[in-house]
């Protein structure tokens, strides 16, 4: 069964402590990963789409990378707006939708 | 429009009626999805549109609800006899064609009541 598993489930940093999240799926024929940024009340905001193993995408503070089993959300030095749910999703080789991991919640305390 | 549009952004309903939801995507994506998210739950797929058919219905929790959009644009879910089970809020993201990067709208918070 195809799964898309992130960890960890939540995720305290103070303010300038960088870390990474993780995205791990086993799933067949993987089109593209995408990664979203969820704030309470709001729908996801888009932020990477990678789509083959050894591509990196930047933005700001965040960098995702992709290998054959996993991505990675890199946050270097993040602030307080930081905070928010962090999805990864990824498309699968002959559906169109997008199945989505259950995300991480993370806090930046300042 | 500059985004995706839903309305009502939300909706109190009681046990049994039924409800509509709409989407108003980002204009000229021709691709449209519709999902759910339950509290402290992650995304669940409920249905695809490429133009206006729906090739993927796939996620449908059940014959109670339906979908349809028209013109390639606005598209309405619809929920029919509503249970407390359903409520969730209800996003819709469109996108240049099926596969790309998809937006989402803000979302549709329903409460059965």
């Known amino acids: 069964e195809d799964q898309v598993t992130q960890s960890p489930e939540a995720l305290r940093l103070q303010e300038g402590e960088s870390s990474s999240l993780n995205c791990s799926y086993t799933?067949?024929?993987?089109?593209?990963l995408f990664w979203y940024r969820q704030d309470p009340g709001k729908g996801p905001e888009f932020l990477f789409t990678?789509?083959?193993a050894g591509e990196e995408k930047e933005k700001e503070r965040l960098k995702a990378t992709l290998t054959k089993k996993e991505s990675f959300l890199h946050i270097t030095a993040p602030k307080p707006e930081d905070s928010a749910t962090y999805l990864c999703?990824?498309?699968?080789?002959?559906?169109?939708?997008?199945?989505f991991g259950s995300g991480t919640q993370l806090t930046v305390l300042p | 429009g500059a985004g995706v549009s839903q309305s009502p952004s939300n909706k109190v309903t009681e046990k049994g009626k039924d409800v509509e939801l709409r989407c108003d995507p980002i204009?000229?994506?021709?691709?449209l999805y519709w999902y759910r998210q339950s509290l402290g739950q992650g995304l669940e797929f409920l249905i695809y549109?490429?133009?206006?058919?729906?090739?993927?219905k796939s996620g449908l929790p059940s014959d109670r609800f339906s979908a349809e959009r028209t013109g390639g644009s606005v598209s309405t879910l619809t929920i029919q006899r509503t249970q407390q089970e359903d409520s969730a809020v209800y996003l819709c993201?469109?996108?240049?064609?099926?596969?790309?990067?998809?937006?989402f709208g803000q979302g549709t918070r329903l409460t059965v009541v």
């Open positions: 799933v067949s024929g993987l089109r593209g």
């Open positions: 204009s000229g994506h021709t691709a």
């Open positions: 993201a469109s996108s240049s064609r099926g596969g790309a990067e998809a937006f």
């Open positions: 999703a990824v498309e699968l080789g002959s559906a169109r939708q997008l199945t």
């Open positions: 549109f490429q133009g206006n058919s729906a090739p993927d």
């Open positions: 990678l789509y083959s």
